[in-house]
Nanobody
Framework: QVQLVESGGGLVEPGGSLRLSCAAP????????IGWFRQAPGKAREGVSC????????WYAKSVKDRFTIFSDSAENTVYLRMNGLRPEDPADYYC???????????WGWGQGTQVTVSQ
């Protein structure tokens, strides 16, 4: 069973930055899309961003566009999510998963997640 591995979460002040990492097997990072999702307590899981391994196209949720940047390092088989300008509404458990494309209809390979906290 394939499982992606997230890391990089932590505690930051409002306006701060974090970089999350998602490590995946090479065949996934090269040929599938990898999406970042988040789930805050009491809220539904939501897609945050996505990148396709096969052509590098990206997608962002409106709530994070212009603040978050997704990019991949093919040498490390890792997809990163750079989060700038973190807001009080951003704290959640962040997960990455693979999918056939960035419509993110059938994600799989969920990792354990990494927690992001924004607080003074």
């Amino acid at each position: 069973q394939v499982q992606l591995v997230e890391s990089g979460g932590g505690l930051v002040e409002p306006g701060g930055s974090l970089r999350l990492s998602c490590a995946a097997p090479k065949y996934i990072s090269d040929y599938y899309a990898i999406g970042w999702f988040r789930q805050a307590p009491g809220k539904a899981r939501e897609g945050v961003s996505c990148i396709t391994g096969f052509d590098g196209k990206t997608w962002y949720a409106k709530s994070v566009k212009d603040r978050f940047t997704i990019f991949s390092d093919s040498a490390e088989n890792t997809v990163y999510l750079r989060m700038n300008g973190l807001r009080p509404e951003d704290p959640a458990d962040y997960y990455c998963a693979a999918d056939r494309d960035c419509t993110l209809q059938t994600p799989w390979g969920w990792g354990q997640g990494t927690q992001v906290t924004v607080s003074q």
